[in-house]
């Protein structure tokens, strides 16, 4: 029992594991390890939340508005910097002076899936990111999300125009394709993030593994063992560097294309 389980997941079902599975016969669902009702990936996406509300709290203590630090300058960076690829940047290249009312939530959405993505990085952790029903979850949250601002901005009536198209003619044709787009936007959101973050974290660890073996081996090699060994300490900066690089476009693409759906819901021309 606990097969495959990470340190950090064990420790979480130790110090949860009870009430979580109370809970879950409650709701009469049934976890594959009734030990450990906490698969890893819902650990670390706890871990994740955890870390980020610490982070927030610390960093909210610090701000200042006449002499920012470099951490308040990288956070303000993602909200708006000189490149417009900021979250607010894109809110507002987008959706208009009413997309600063966004900003925290698809803000949170995308902060949430950067850290989830980069922190497989560290040994013994994973990205929650590389299992399907992560990026699943948070696809709903976003599918949700957009429907209901577009309620919000025109009504249900106004909103449920938008899948009638421009032609009234056109309705019964339009509204069946733009029920199933809308649709497909949870298997596109979903599986553009999973595939990418389950091949990058595969490689990255198995490399990581590759690496490792070979150290250990060149420890029977002797004198040479020892020159050769910077192999094996250098291999892994490559993959580490495209593990990095696919975790920070996925979050960017998780997070403007949200912004495009806000934007198409909210939009006057809805």
Not at 51 to 56: I, N, Q
Not at 164 to 190: H, Y
Not at 210 to 226: D, Q, S, T
Not at 237 to 263: E, G, K, N, S
């Amino acid at each position: 029992m606990g097969e495959g389980l990470l340190w950090v997941t064990i420790a979480l079902n130790r110090l949860l594991g009870k009430p979580v599975g109370a809970l879950l016969a409650a709701l009469h669902i049934h976890p594959e390890n009734a030990e450990f009702p906490i698969p890893n990936h819902v650990a670390f996406e706890i871990v994740v939340f955890a870390l980020a509300a610490v982070f927030f709290l610390w960093l909210r203590a610090r701000i200042a508005v006449d002499r920012p630090g470099g951490t308040q300058q990288c956070m303000e960076a993602l909200l708006t910097n000189s490149m417009g690829v900021g979250i607010r940047d894109l809110l507002d290249d987008n959706v208009g002076h009413d997309g600063q009312k966004y900003v925290a939530m698809l803000g949170s959405i995308g902060i949430f899936i950067l850290i989830c993505n980069l922190v497989g990085l560290f040994p013994t952790f994973m990205s929650p990111t590389a299992v399907v029903s992560v990026p699943l979850g948070c696809a709903i949250v976003v599918f949700i999300y957009y429907n209901w601002v577009g309620v919000v901005k025109h009504g249900v009536l106004g909103h449920g125009k938008h899948f009638l198209g421009p032609v009234l003619a056109m309705s019964p044709i339009m509204l069946p394709i733009e029920i199933v787009s809308n649709l497909a936007r949870l298997l596109s959101l979903t599986v553009r993030l999973w595939v990418n973050m389950f091949v990058s974290e595969t490689l990255y660890i198995l490399f990581l593994g590759l690496m490792l073996e070979m150290y250990l081996y060149m420890g029977h090699l002797g004198k040479w063992g020892y020159i050769g060994a910077i192999i094996p300490l250098v291999g892994p900066v490559p993959f580490i560097l495209l593990h990095i690089f696919v975790a920070v476009l996925q979050a960017f693409v998780f997070t403007i294309l949200p912004v495009i759906y806000v934007a198409g819901a909210v939009g006057d021309e809805h």
